[in-house]
């Protein structure tokens, strides 16, 4: 499996971002899906995961402000990022749970 990420950028707080993460190589639907970030200086950490049913865990810090979705028939996970803080700012990575493999990340820069 492979996993490329994309769609991390530089937005004003407050704006949105649609981070998608496609795999190639196998399909995705057996397993879950995860976005992790990391900032400077700072370890990996659970945005939000997705089961293989399509049940959702989010994380504290983003939760009512992002959502995770996947796609089977485009063997694709999303992260819709809305009402972006500047503590947001990272890079973003998706993990495939079957494989442990990681996508490349992508940045995400808030400015305030």
């Known amino acids: 499996v492979q996993l490329q990420a994309s769609g991390g950028g530089l937005v004003q707080a407050g704006g949105s971002l649609r981070l998608s993460c496609v795999a190639s190589?196998?399909?995705?639907?057996?397993?879950?899906m995860g976005w992790y970030r990391q900032a400077p200086g700072k370890t990996r950490g659970l945005v939000a995961r997705?089961?293989?049913?399509?049940?959702?865990s989010i994380a504290a810090s983003v939760k009512g402000r992002f959502t995770i979705s996947r796609d089977n028939a485009k063997n694709s996970v999303d992260l819709q990022m809305n009402s972006l803080k500047p503590e947001d700012t990272a890079v973003y990575y998706c993990?495939?749970?079957?494989?442990?493999?990681w996508g490349q990340g992508t940045q995400v820069t808030v400015s305030s």
């Open positions: 997705i089961s293989s049913t399509g049940v959702t």
């Open positions: 190589g196998s399909t995705l639907s057996s397993y879950a």
């Open positions: 993990t495939h749970y079957g494989t442990g493999v």
